[in-house]
């Protein structure tokens, strides 16, 4: 039986994560602006059929498609919206499950480090996928469970600030964003993941 661990739709990729899909994806590159939906589902093997729904079904471009041995992650695209909800909604019914189906996010934690040291900056650049953080910006991280729902604080985080997107992990056990900035921007954009995330715990929790 499949299990729906997430589903979200993206209304308007911004430009630092469109080019994190970009540079880190090996499907079709999206660009800022686009819509998109990320489907996360288990067991894993199944992201094909997601794939192969989606694609059929809309004038839709695949930009990440992740198999691993327990999760299964889909990232579509479009630059129109009703494109990448239909192609949503066939996901779906491929899947045999609704969209109330899908997990309740859970937040794992959240922290603001204020002024990172030059060594703490360094050692956080080796292993990030997006941009430098430099020493002396705050740094947010944020994780959460189930990992595909990273991908909407990190979306809704840069519509709010001029953060900067340091890292994001969009599959695996546990979703991560990293965002790095000034202390003001760093603050309003924690406090818009923050919000992204309650509001889909909030619909699910009414479903």
């Known amino acids: 039986m499949v299990e729906l661990r997430a589903y979200v739709y993206l209304d308007r990729l911004q430009p630092q994560f469109a080019a994190y899909i970009g540079a880190n994806a090996r499907g079709y590159i999206p660009i800022p602006g686009m819509a998109a939906v990320l489907v996360e589902i288990a067991p894993g093997v199944l992201i094909n059929q997601v794939t192969d729904a989606a694609v059929k079904a809309a004038n839709v471009q695949p930009g990440l498609m992740v198999v691993e041995r327990h999760f299964g992650v889909l990232e579509f695209h479009s630059q129109a919206q009703a494109e990448v909800k239909h192609a949503g909604e066939a996901v779906l019914e491929a899947l045999g499950v609704k969209l109330e189906d899908r997990m309740r996010p859970k937040i794992l ?12 900056a360094q050692m956080v650049n080796v292993s990030r996928l997006c941009s430098m953080l430099l020493p ?21 985080a840069e519509k709010t600030s001029q953060v900067t997107l340091v890292d994001c992990r969009s599959f695996g056990a546990v979703g991560r964003l990293y965002l790095g900035g000034k202390r003001s921007d760093v603050e309003q954009a924690a406090g818009a993941a923050e919000a992204a995330i309650a509001s889909l715990a909030e619909k699910e929790s009414e479903s």
Not at 109 to 120: D, G
Not at 136 to 156: R, S, W
């Open 109 to 120: 934690s959240s922290q603001i480090i204020h002024k990172v040291n030059p060594y703490h």
């Open 136 to 156: 002396g910006m705050d740094l947010y991280i944020m994780e959460v469970q189930p990992a595909g729902y990273i991908t909407f604080a990190a979306n809704e």
